[in-house]
């Protein structure tokens, strides 16, 4: 089983909302991979029981450059009895699947919004290799700064399933849910 989050407490609660169960779940988990982390560090300690040389290490995880890697500790048995650093470079496609830079979100809703005529994975696949590094770097394209992505970038739930043209005009496509299930992984 896999359990993604961005806060350790998402699992642990708060110490005025603690979660029962988290201390249990992250207590038996064998395999933890850790980012860069902001705050406090207690909840590492009390919960994931990383030793002081280990939180040293966390603390000093480079920051993640988007879409190019990200740095990450392993951690490996229910008390920390193995580590490991390493980055992960995400392929352009991987990356655009899984951005949650709120500009990249939205250009990547309007994308799929605005390319019925490809299947699902050719608007992925064309997106990646336009912007194989994201748009973190680039300034605003035209399509932004003209509000065109800002208008179209979010498919209401009245949209899913509607008939569009294709930009020949000469077939229809029915927009899915896929193309918006997505919009909700994270990374």
Same mark, same amino acid.
């Given at each position: /089983?896999?359990? %993604?989050?961005? *806060?350790?407490?998402?699992?642990?609660? &708060?110490?005025?909302?603690?979660?029962?169960?988290?201390?249990?779940?992250?207590?038996?988990?064998?395999?933890? /991979? %850790?980012?860069?982390?902001?705050?406090?560090?207690?909840?590492?300690?009390?919960?994931?029981?990383?030793?002081? @040389?280990?939180?040293?290490?966390?603390?000093?995880?480079? /920051? @993640?450059?988007?879409?190019?890697? !990200?740095?990450?500790? %392993?951690? %490996?048995?229910?008390?920390?009895? &193995?580590?490991?650093?390493?980055?992960?470079?995400?392929?352009?496609?991987?990356?655009?699947?899984?951005? @949650? $830079?709120?500009?990249?979100?939205? $250009?990547?809703?309007?994308?799929?919004? @605005?390319?019925?005529?490809? !299947?699902?994975?050719?608007? $992925?696949?064309?997106?990646?290799?336009?912007?194989?590094?994201?748009? =973190?770097?680039?300034?605003?394209? #035209?399509?932004?700064?003209?509000?065109?992505?800002?208008?179209?970038?979010?498919? =209401?739930?009245?949209?899913?399933?509607?008939?569009? !043209?294709? #930009?020949?005009? !000469?077939?229809?496509?029915?927009?899915?849910?896929?193309?918006?299930?997505?919009?909700? *992984? =994270?990374?």
């Amino acid at each position: /089983m896999w359990g %993604i989050s961005q *806060a350790v407490e998402d699992f642990t609660g &708060t110490p005025d909302k603690p979660n029962e169960f988290g201390g249990a779940i992250l207590a038996t988990t064998a395999v933890k /991979m %850790i980012g860069r982390q902001k705050g406090n560090f207690d909840v590492l300690r009390q919960f994931l029981h990383l030793n002081e @040389t280990t939180l040293n290490r966390v603390k000093g995880l480079g /920051m @993640t450059e988007k879409g190019k890697k !990200s740095e990450f500790l %392993i951690v %490996i048995g229910e008390k920390a009895e &193995t580590t490991h650093s390493l980055y992960i470079v995400p392929t352009p496609l991987e990356y655009w699947l899984l951005t @949650t $830079y709120p500009r990249e979100r939205w $250009y990547r809703q309007w994308w799929l919004a @605005t390319n019925p005529h490809l !299947s699902l994975v050719e608007r $992925y696949e064309e997106l990646a290799n336009k912007f194989p590094h994201g748009l =973190s770097e680039l300034p605003e394209l #035209p399509e932004e700064r003209s509000g065109e992505v800002g208008r179209l970038g979010v498919l =209401s739930p009245a949209d899913i399933g509607k008939r569009s !043209s294709t #930009p020949s005009g !000469s077939a229809t496509q029915t927009v899915t849910t896929a193309s918006v299930a997505l919009e909700g *992984a =994270s990374v």
